[in-house]
């Protein structure tokens, strides 16, 4: 069942998720702030997985969240297939992602002069694929839109 009409339910949930994408990029850029002023990056090994996760969150979020309302100025409106939502998160997710870890390894090599880590950028990129899991089904569940077999 899609709900992507202008029910009093669904702008409630456009409203409740436009709130939580805005709270969660101004929580992702505190904890960000506050980790480098008090070295939390390298003060606890797990901090960056956080960080990944929930920057893989919020970009997935965003992506579903500008593609649901581009879509909703359409007509007909159609739910979204299971695989494209999927497929949308991720893509939007790993070309961020990649360009992140791109822009980490030219600070690396051009700047610092340290040796870019595999692993690192491995686990970096798994973490923000983990985030934009959690994001589709966030929009799925808040949406109310049944995931189709």
Known sequence: MYNGGTSRKTV???KIYSIFVLVLIVAIAALNFYAYRFHWYWEFWWFDIIMHTLGGLWVASCALWLFHFRSLASEPIIAP???SVFI???VAVYVIGGGWELFEFSLDKFITFKINDAVNTASDL???GVGSIVGVFLF??????????
């Open 12 to 14: 409630m949930a456009r």
């Open 140 to 149: 799925l569940s808040v949406y109310n839109i049944q995931i189709e077999r």
């Open 88 to 90: 949308l998160a991720l």
């Open 126 to 128: 798994f973490f923000d």
């Open 81 to 83: 297939k299971k695989l």
